[in-house]
């Protein structure tokens, strides 16, 4: 377990600077997973080194996969689709609803048993959502009321999944992986149809592995695996999740100006920066590339003053993971910042609407919640103590809000921001930001 701390940032001069970031959490998940699956060895650097894909990790070694990480750089033996060894003991997603979700999928095509559990938060999170489609094409695979654990049983190789033609209840990117695994081992093509556009790198990852994966619009169609997917040979661009933290922080702070390198700009997931630009930040995308079937460029943003935005539709899917630190520059944006259709975040590692608003109105925010989304009045926030409630996005969206608050403010409980952005302050001190971080018995200054 981490050591607990307190964390309060201020800034007295604008932010500046360049910035590399540690390599994106979704694409890490993945090309762990997808190398296992793969036959031969993978090698994929700039690899996310944190709580959440350590989860995954630890996974594969149970289900038999040799794998070596330095420093950044994951080496993964694969094994092929069939290739996992049933684990002694229930497999421990911790936090990670990826984790679980992909690994169900994985699991469903490979016909291994195993029962698949985690945190108490994560045994909250829904779970139906990949189990009824999964029964639907023959996965023998059952839960607990809805959630984890999730036990699959084993299933002989003569036995193929049933092929589904499948309309998912919400856009998922999770949900939509677990069941493109799954449909590996079909018995001909699946097709897999969202409401509305969920990040793709399943699918770009896949398909350059050697997958036959066609997308049409909204829908997915994965034929059946004929030949072994090849080995992963490849760097992981930054994540535009932290990435963002970052931008805001410079965004808060008159006079800013800040430079985030080789970052994915997968268009599945720049919601935040398209909202950003609408609130009045000067932002650009520059070096524009494609890195192993994803598109990657460095981004630039100058501070600028912020207005209120109305937030709703397909962009909510765009920046889901964004929310808590897009809402803490709402809170010094002119005017009233409204956001509707945004259901799905009372569903991640917290219920991020309810336990959000309640956080920012103990800063003096002047807050609403509804059932979809929350309205802001910008120029409320006063300042004070607050908490993490477990959960990493929004242990570092509060901290943010002191570099712009009148008054300081401490989030308590902060060690969960190493979960998914292991460096955060670290990069917060190199731009210029002051950063106090110790326990509550005593406090240390960096």
Not at 2 to 14: E, I, K, N, R, W
Not at 165 to 183: G, N
Not at 308 to 322: F, Q, Y
Not at 385 to 392: I, K, P
């Amino acid at each position: 377990m981490q050591p607990q701390f307190d964390l309060t940032l201020s800034a007295d001069v604008p932010l500046g600077g360049t910035c590399l970031l540690p390599g994106d959490k979704s694409l890490s998940h993945r090309a762990a997973l997808f190398a296992a699956l793969a036959e031969g060895e993978s090698v994929i650097d700039r690899f996310l080194v944190s709580g959440v894909t350590h989860a995954m990790l630890n996974a594969l070694d149970a289900l038999g996969i040799v794998w070596h990480l330095d420093d950044s750089r994951l080496t993964v033996q694969g094994r092929g689709l069939r290739g996992f060894t049933p684990p002694a003991a229930p497999l421990d997603c911790g936090n990670s609803a990826t984790t679980i979700r992909l690994l169900a999928g994985a699991l469903a095509a490979a016909g291994t048993p195993c029962t698949l559990d985690g945190s108490a938060g994560l045994r909250r999170r829904p779970m139906d959502r990949i189990t009824a489609p999964l029964l639907r094409m023959g996965v023998p695979i059952t839960s607990s009321d809805g959630c984890a654990p999730l036990t699959l049983a084993a299933r002989a190789a003569s036995h193929p999944l049933t092929a589904v033609d499948e309309t998912l209840p919400v856009a998922s990117a999770q949900v939509k992986s677990c069941l493109i695994l799954a449909a590996l081992a079909a018995d001909g093509e699946s097709t897999l149809r969202e409401p509305g556009p969920s990040r793709d790198h399943t699918e770009r990852m896949l398909a350059a592995m050697g997958a036959d994966i066609r997308v049409e619009g909204r829908a997915v169609t994965v034929a059946p695996l004929l030949q072994p997917l090849t080995p992963l040979r490849m760097t992981l661009p930054g994540d535009i999740s932290s990435a963002a933290f970052l931008l805001v922080a410079a965004a808060l702070v008159p006079g800013s100006e800040l430079c985030v390198r080789d970052v994915g700009v997968n268009p599945t997931r720049t919601g935040i920066l398209d909202v950003l630009r609408e609130m009045g930040a000067r932002i650009t995308v520059e070096n524009p590339r494609v890195v192993a079937g994803e598109p990657v460029g460095d981004i630039r943003l100058v501070a600028a003053p912020l207005q209120a935005v109305r937030v709703g539709g397909d962009t909510v899917v765009r920046m889901i993971d964004e929310f808590p630190v897009f809402a803490v520059a709402a809170c010094f944006a002119s005017g009233v910042t409204e956001v509707h259709d945004a259901e799905e975040l009372r569903y991640k590692e917290t219920d991020r609407i309810s336990v959000l608003c309640g956080e920012l109105k103990t800063l003096g925010v002047q807050v609403a919640e509804r059932r979809d989304g929350f309205t802001i009045k910008g120029g409320t926030l006063t300042g004070g103590a607050c908490d993490a409630h477990g959960d990493h996005r929004l242990a570092m969206s509060l901290a943010l809000a002191g570099l712009a608050a009148p008054a300081p403010v401490t989030v308590h409980h902060a060690e969960i921001l190493n979960e998914s952005f292991p460096g955060f302050v670290e990069q917060l001190r190199e731009l210029g930001v002051s950063v106090r971080a110790g326990s509550k018995e005593s406090s240390e200054s960096k």
